[in-house]
């Protein structure tokens, strides 16, 4: 019998995520309970940590705990607009400021044109699973298919972080815009200074916490700073095209997948792509990058141009505006992320349901919403930036990397497929990222001249090569059926490289924060989410069992 057919009961549904399992026991429902599960942790986590479910559980079983569906009403344009409305306020008014002064210059267009292929790179990657699995769980519903539990789960609170930190960044950047439209133009005005705290989280911006709850519930030359402050102004700008990862998330609700995904997403990129380097462009021409509002560029462009004030007024309110979409769409892509991790079973079920009137994930929005709004009162923007800048570049980098294995290894019913086709195409993909790690550090480390030239020519090519060999000796396992990534493995491969490159030129902050949060998502799933996993799939083991006894006495009937 195929699981992914099977359909849970509303008991099954009661329990999912730590109510309950076999024969009604939960590893939470007494403190001695918990004792017994945290005694068996390492056999639950060899049975759950690679655990990867199928398309069909997915998209089945799966999304039935969340009780009602969700309506399937959005057609191509409605993506696009998503994805525009999503991207345009994220990136081009919070990040351009930053990249300008302190790492590109006017050399900030380059560094978007860049952040941009990276970018369709990976839209192509989400596209060929969101087309295959229509369901709204993004990039965590194709790793926990693809690798399994575990690294679905650090992915999602990577997603879950950056979505979070992103939307408080934006929202603190709103404050800044609206002081501009209303002639305040010093953010600090808007902002309360508390005493003790430690500087970058000792100014409440109340601004951000309203805009946030009120969604919820309804110095020279053209290369100042050489390539390197190029690429990592490239970094840095990256979170601009955080929204059509949003529109992703909207799979469940499109009307025809296999049509309106494509074009929906990679257009927005496109399209946002174009959009982003005229801005940037025009903004670079009307100021010198050193002296660029690093919290409100495209308005503070105009202060004290004699007769042009009013502009800086207009830009701030368009802005805001802007900005507000941007918190919209990103509080859609969100919640609906928490809702397929809820209904994973690794995190409480409460999250999962969608409210059958308007076929949202109320429960997902409320929490994420109070808890974004929790940072943006404290939370500077630099911080803010810096770590949705690495969690994005980390997801973006899982994907591809799913997208060839779930290609060249066998179909999930298939076991010798699978083992035959997963050492080679795991050693590429290990193979391939430590060569752009290679490039990665020889190009920020190595000092300038013909030694560093040469080891860079000979990192590119021993990738080039590498894929090569690995198209030609190994053959895919599977054909995407409505749509595929083009020219594999050669443009998810590109996209991990872009990703890796990029990841190097962060700052090492970032990377110090970075590991305290994995490390933290770690921790919670070996203490919870594992258990509330194991739970869930005793469960429906148990209900799966049930019915076949019942079909097997109607049978005898």
């Known amino acids: ?16 995520g730590g109510g309950g ?34 398309p069909g559980e997915e998209m089945s079983r799966v999304r039935a705990r969340s009780g009602a569906d969700m309506a399937r009403a959005l057609r191509w344009p409605d993506l696009v607009g998503l994805g525009l409305g999503g991207m345009v306020g994220a990136g081009v008014f919070v990040t351009t400021g930053r990249a300008t002064r302190l790492y590109a210059g006017p050399a900030v267009v380059v560094s978007y044109a860049i952040a941009g292929l990276c970018a369709l790179l990976s839209a192509f990657c989400y596209t060929e699973f969101a ?20 690294a679905a789960f650090l992915t999602g609170a ?38 003790g705290l430690p500087k970058g989280f000792n100014e409440v911006d ?55 995904i494509p074009i929906g997403v990679s257009g927005s990129v496109v399209l946002v792509t174009l959009l982003y380097c ?46 507000l979409t941007s918190l919209m769409v990103a509080m859609l892509g969100q919640a609906r992320y928490l809702c397929v991790i809820g209904r994973s079973g690794v995190m409480p079920a409460w999250l999962a349901r969608v409210h059958p009137r308007t076929a949202t994930p109320v429960n997902a929005s409320a929490f994420l919403g109070v808890f974004t709004a929790a940072l943006a ?73 013909g030694a560093r030239t040469g080891l860079l020519v000979a990192c590119g090519a021993a990738a080039a090569a590498a894929v090569a060999a690995f198209r030609a000796l190994v053959p895919q396992a599977r054909r995407p059926e409505l749509w595929g990534v083009p020219a594999m493995p050669w443009v998810p491969a590109a996209s991990v490289f872009l ?27 070996v203490l919870y989410s594992v258990h509330a996993s194991y739970d869930a799939d005793e469960g429906a083991a148990a209900a799966a069992l049930d019915g076949a006894k019942v079909l097997d006495e109607d049978c005898k009937v």
Not at 4 to 13: K, R
Not at 37 to 52: E, F, V
Not at 137 to 145: E, H, K, M, T, W
Not at 162 to 177: C, K
């Open 377 to 449: 009162l404290f939370t500077e923007l630099d911080i803010l930036l810096n770590l949705v800048c690495i969690g994005t570049l980390f997801v973006f980098y899982m994907v591809a990397n799913a997208v060839v294995y779930r290609r060249y290894v066998g179909a999930d019913d298939d076991e010798e497929g699978r083992r035959r086709g997963a050492v080679p195409t795991l050693a590429f993909l290990l193979a391939f990222s430590l060569v752009a790690l290679c490039f990665t550090l020889v190009w920020k480390l190595a000092p300038r001249g």
């Open 499 to 525: 990703n890796v490159f990029l990841l190097g030129s962060l700052d090492r902050p970032s990377y110090v924060r970075f590991g305290f949060f994995t490390a933290a998502a770690a921790l919670v799933y």
């Open 206 to 260: 109340l601004v951000a916490v309203g805009v946030i709850l009120l969604i919820t519930h309804n110095p020279g030359g053209f290369f100042p700073h050489g390539a390197a402050g190029v690429f990592n102004g490239a970094a840095m700008v990256y979170l601009s095209y955080i929204g059509y990862d949003a529109v992703s998330t909207m799979a469940e609700e499109v009307e025809r997948p296999s049509r309106d």
């Open 158 to 195: 990577n997603l879950i972080m950056e979505y979070v930190f992103s939307n408080a960044a934006v929202a603190r950047s709103f404050t800044a815009y609206l002081g501009t439209a209303v002639g305040v133009d010093a953010p600090s005005k808007w902002r309360i200074a508390v005493p």
């Open 131 to 150: 087309v295959d699995m229509p369901v709204a769980g993004g990039a965590f519903s194709y790793l926990r298919v693809t690798f399994g539990e575990l």
């Open 278 to 323: 005229l801005m940037a462009a025009s903004m670079s021409m009307l100021l010198p990058y050193d002296v660029i509002d690093t919290e409100a560029p495209f308005s503070g462009a105009f202060k004290g141009s004699s007769g042009w004030g009013w502009v800086s007024n207009v830009i701030g309110a368009g802005a805001s505006l802007g900005i």
């Open 21 to 54: 399992g076999a024969g009604g026991s939960s590893s939470f429902s007494s403190l001695r309970a918990y004792g017994r599960a945290l005694a068996q942790t390492p056999r639950r986590l060899a049975a759950r940590a690679c655990a990867a479910a199928s």
């Open 1 to 16: 019998m195929d699981k992914g057919a099977l359909m849970p009961s509303p008991d099954e549904t009661c329990c999912v």
